[in-house]
């Protein structure tokens, strides 16, 4: 009964009867018993859609309402402004994208004065305005951004708690998120700590780690059938065996799909890449479409129309077309306000299917009463073949099947071409267990990312010390053996110092200046290296004349060992740079590609043809490069130069102006990837400009220049303008053409003309002017006829 739990504010238990949620789930219930409302370390191994949230929600607001509010005061629940008598709650969530969608269910609380704030932006900030919240939602690396920025309010934390602590198992991420909760727990020694994870076999290992309860259950609130679909048949895993029967032409998964909505249910449908998703989406829309009814159709229709609102590209061209026949695609290159559009319309099931990569499965609530998994293979890129998915991924996707109170039950299919793929799936699959969760951080990129920071942020000032720290981690938890940690560490501690981030003497360690900037900027040390080494070595080759020799000198001792024939680029920009006078800035194209070839910066694929023609646009433009060129005969970093020119290409495009719909086409990538590539560049170069600074280098406001090019995705003579809010790309370029070149024209200009130039929207166009500062923007006294006039000419 939820009028029974204790810690917890009296207003809670009529907030979630007025919910409909009448009594706690069994895996809910057990972890109140283990007291997560009264402090008590937790983690629950859970299914998935099996209330996991409400764990979170209980121990959250036990922290925040603090001594005061147990069962017995009279909190009035009616206050406003953050209730300064408890705690702090942090909720840290796996991916950036689930930030404000976690955040939003949050602010159920904000009518009882609990005030929620998502952390999101830059890594490079202490997020001082969050010291007012109560509730606060971040990713592990924002958080990690946090502490090591000295954000004074994580010492007033009293509870954190870690959504789908399973990815500690990503050897990406993973590590981030394991030393950011071992340094939040050692920063504070009462903190209660709330691990959310996925069903996993060694739950039990990470509660050690986090000494803490465990709650271990498969408890679901629906029932879910696991099975696979072969030939006719879809056979389930107790035993039983439906005819489903496949028609000529067909898919399995349009069969299933049909099957399915036959009896008026929808489906998920997991697919392994977002143009599989796109594609399925496509094929499936031709399914669904003779299921509509006219009404159906008519508000699919309009949510269509919605999102080619959002954006006018082809991707969402094609989003729109299939929701107008019932289904959709649904990856993390699209918008986000696509994303919620569909998330919200499959919820109301207007639609009947929805295509998904797996970042679906993770975070979002979209159960349905079928799910297929279509493809359990994807693509590694670090062996460029297919690799099955683990257990864990596969069936977090199947706990999406099943809609509590709408469905009898829910089920999960994988398909199979043969015999033999049946009982495969089937052991691989629908009868294994979880793999068990490892840490990952004894990994170099990990390492030497975390050492550096926990160095600076002063949680460590020596080897030993360093050493002690890690002990905390569930690496030490699950290996008794400290030796490959103490070898990896060595090494990265060799390769910081080298790198001038950390001195050493003796057993004591100390970050430099440079060591302090790099952890703050949220850098990942060789992305730091790369970018000085970048920049040094384009200052030596345009610097004094000494510098130049010595440039030339260094090139001409490598060539030495080059293949005859070969030209080192090296070389040729000591060439270039051999006029009179220091050397051009370095150019944006050079400044994207530095930042591009950096571990911070996602790859993107060379696809058949790109070799070809990005090897000869390294050629044309080698001498804008900063860095010598990998000669072609090293081929995997010849592919890795290749693949972040085509990166800073795909931002050159962005930086003069060239339609998103044409860079999307152009590199075969969504809407969304150009945003992500342009957010991660403007915080690298911003990066850039910061080393560049400390270091006494005279190419600052180059990149600077390039930065906010590529924010605002203009050539350099729009850069003013575009940075007056609500002008964007585009209207700056018609503002620019009609003679406003700058904000202070802006203030000036004759309201006609900027009207015209904003094609006669006047609400816009005051917003623009109040926005670059003008006095009067009103637009009350603009004759229409003024207007045309402009146009015209
Ligand atoms: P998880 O985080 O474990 O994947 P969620 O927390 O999203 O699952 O819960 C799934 C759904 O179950 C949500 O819609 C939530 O409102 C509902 N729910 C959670 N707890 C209860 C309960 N005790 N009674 C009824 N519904 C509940």
Redesign the pocket.
């Known amino acids: 009964d939820?009028s029974a739990i204790p810690g917890v504010p009296d207003w809670l238990s009529g907030h979630?009867q007025d919910?409909?949620?009448?009594?706690?789930?069994p895996p809910?219930a057990e972890a109140v018993e283990a007291g997560v409302t009264e402090g008590a370390n937790l983690v629950a191994s859970?299914?998935?859609?099996?209330?996991?949230?409400?764990?979170a929600e209980l121990a959250m607001l036990s922290a925040v309402a603090g001594e005061e509010s147990g069962p017995g005061s009279d909190a009035s629940g009616a206050s406003s402004g953050p209730l300064s008598d408890g705690g702090k709650a942090l909720y840290i969530v796996p991916l950036r994208a689930l930030a404000s969608e976690k955040a939003e269910e949050f602010e159920q609380f904000e009518r009882y004065g609990v005030e929620v704030g998502v952390s999101t932006g830059n890594y490079d900030s202490d997020g001082g305005w969050l010291a007012d919240k109560d509730v606060i939602v971040a990713t592990s690396e924002k958080v990690d951004s946090l502490v090591r920025n000295d954000a004074a309010w994580i010492e007033d934390l009293s509870c954190v708690v870690a959504?789908e602590v399973h990815l500690v198992d990503d050897g990406q991420r993973g590590p981030t998120l394991e030393v950011t909760l071992a340094k939040l727990r050692q920063l504070n020694a009462g903190l209660q700590t709330v691990a959310?994870s996925a069903t996993i076999g060694n739950a039990d290992e990470l509660a050690d780690w986090l000494d803490a309860e465990l709650v271990d259950s498969n408890w679901r609130?629906i029932e879910l059938q696991k099975g696979v679909h072969y030939g006719q048949a879809l056979h389930l895993e107790d035993g039983s065996q439906q005819r489903l029967e496949v028609r000529n032409g067909e898919s399995e998964t349009a069969a299933i799909v049909r099957d399915t909505l036959a009896d008026d249910g929808s489906t998920l449908v997991f697919v392994n890449s977002r143009r599989n998703a796109e594609a399925a989406a496509r094929r499936l829309a031709s399914t669904t479409r003779e299921f509509l009814d006219a009404d159906e159709r008519e508000a699919l229709a309009e949510i269509a129309a919605e999102i080619r609102d959002v954006s006018d590209t082809e991707t969402s061209d094609d989003l729109a077309d299939a929701v107008e026949g019932g289904a959709a695609f649904h990856h993390a290159g699209l918008a986000s306000d696509h994303r919620s559009l569909i998330e919200d319309a499959f919820r109301d099931r207007l639609l009947k299917v929805v295509c998904a990569t797996p970042t679906l499965a993770a975070?979002v609530?979209t159960?349905s009463r079928r799910v297929v998994v279509r493809d359990w293979r994807r693509y590694d890129g670090s062996t460029g073949g297919m690799a099955p998915l683990s257990v864990l991924e596969v069936h977090q996707m199947m706990?999406r099947a099943g809609r509590?109170g709408l469905d009898p039950y829910g089920e999960a299919v994988l398909l199979a071409n043969s015999h033999d793929e049946l009982d495969e799936l089937f052991e691989r699959y629908v009868w294994a267990d979880p793999e068990p969760v490892q840490s990952k951080l004894a990994a170099e990129p990990a390492l030497r990312t975390h050492l550096l920071a926990t160095v600076a942020s002063g949680f460590a000032s020596s080897r030993e010390g360093l050493l002690e720290f890690l002990e905390r981690t569930l690496h030490a938890t699950q290996n008794a053996d400290r030796n490959e940690l103490e070898r990896v560490t060595d090494r990265m501690l060799d390769y910081l110092e080298v790198n001038d981030f950390l001195t050493r003497d003796g057993d004591q360690l100390q970050a430099t200046g440079l060591g302090h900037t790099v952890s703050r900027l949220y850098l990942d040390p060789m992305s730091a290296a790369e970018i000085i080494d970048g920049l040094r070595d384009w200052e030596r080759a345009g610097g004094t004349s000494a510098g130049r020799e010595r440039a030339e000198t260094a090139g001409d001792e490598a060539e030495a060992e080059e293949p005859a024939g070969f030209t080192r680029a090296s070389e040729l920009a000591a060439d270039h740079g051999d006029d009179d006078g220091p050397r051009e800035p370095p150019s944006a194209l050079g400044l994207y590609h530095l930042v591009a070839r950096t571990p911070d910066m996602y790859e993107l694929y060379l696809r058949s043809g790109d070799e070809e023609e990005f090897t000869q646009l390294a050629y044309e433009r080698e001498t804008e490069f900063l860095g010598p060129m990998p000669s072609e005969y090293e081929d995997d970093r010849f592919e890795d130069w290749l693949s972040a020119l085509k990166t800073a290409r795909l931002l050159e495009d962005w930086a003069s102006e060239i339609d998103e719909n044409e860079i999307t086409d152009r590199y075969g990538v969504g809407p969304g990837d150009i945003r992500g590539k342009v957010e991660t560049t403007q915080w690298l170069l911003g990066a850039a400009e910061s080393l560049a600074g400390e270091l006494g280098m005279d190419c600052v406001p180059a990149i600077r220049e390039a930065r906010t090019r590529v924010e605002h995705g203009v050539k350099s003579e729009l850069v003013d303008l575009a940075s007056v809010r609500g002008v964007g790309r585009k209207r700056a370029r018609r503002l620019y053409e009609a003679g406003i070149r700058t904000r202070a024209d802006l203030r000036e200009a004759e309201k006609a003309v900027v009207l015209g130039a904003l094609r006669g929207r006047e609400k816009t166009a005051e917003n623009v002017l109040e926005n670059a500062g003008r006095e009067d923007p009103s637009m009350a006294e603009v004759e229409p006829a003024d207007i045309d006039g402009i146009e015209t000419t």
């Not at 919910?19 to 789930?25: M, R, S, T």
């Not at 859970?46 to 764990?55: E, I, N, R, W």
Request: zero cysteines; charged letters at 15%; hydrophobic letters at 35%.
């Open positions: 939820v979630l919910e409909g949620i009448e009594a706690l789930y809910q859970v299914p998935t859609a099996s209330g996991k949230t409400l764990v959504d959310l609130p975070g609530n159960p706990g509590p």
